[in-house]
């Protein structure tokens, strides 16, 4: 059974930061790409950032790029998305999710996490 669980996510001022961390379980994690989706109130949800199976590339989208750094670790089958400069409209769930060939602005992650609320007060 793949569960994909996240945590970090909180309450921060505005240009504040916050890492969210996901540790995935029931999957060869290195055999996955891996990325984040967050879902604004009243929004659809949009995609964040991803990482390939080997690291070796990753991809933001715009509103973040610059500010949100994506990572992972294999010895603890976890990704992480570092996020810096946080803005209010940062404010969402945000979503872990895994494919087994990337994840991106399109198509459907194979699995999803729960979600952890990220809260950026002006």
């Known amino acids: 059974q793949v569960q994909l669980e996240e945590s970090g996510g909180g309450l921060v001022q505005a240009g504040g930061s916050l890492r969210l961390s996901c540790v995935a379980s029931?999957?060869?994690?290195?055999?996955?790409?891996m990325g984040w989706f967050r879902r604004a109130p009243g929004k659809e949800r949009e995609f964040v950032a991803g990482?390939?199976?080997?690291?070796?590339?990753?991809y933001y989208a715009d509103s973040v790029q610059g500010r949100f750094t994506i990572s992972r670790d294999y010895a603890k089958n976890m990704e992480y998305l570092q996020m810096n400069s946080l803005k209010p409209e940062d404010t969402a769930v945000y979503y872990c999710?895994?494919?087994?060939?990337?994840?991106?602005?399109?198509?459907?992650?194979?699995?999803w996490g729960q979600g952890t609320q990220v809260i950026v007060s002006s």
């Open positions: 999710a895994a494919d087994r060939l990337w994840v991106g602005p399109d198509g459907t992650p194979d699995y």
């Open positions: 029931g999957l060869p994690f290195s055999s996955y790409a």
């Open positions: 990482i390939s199976r080997s690291a070796g590339r990753t």
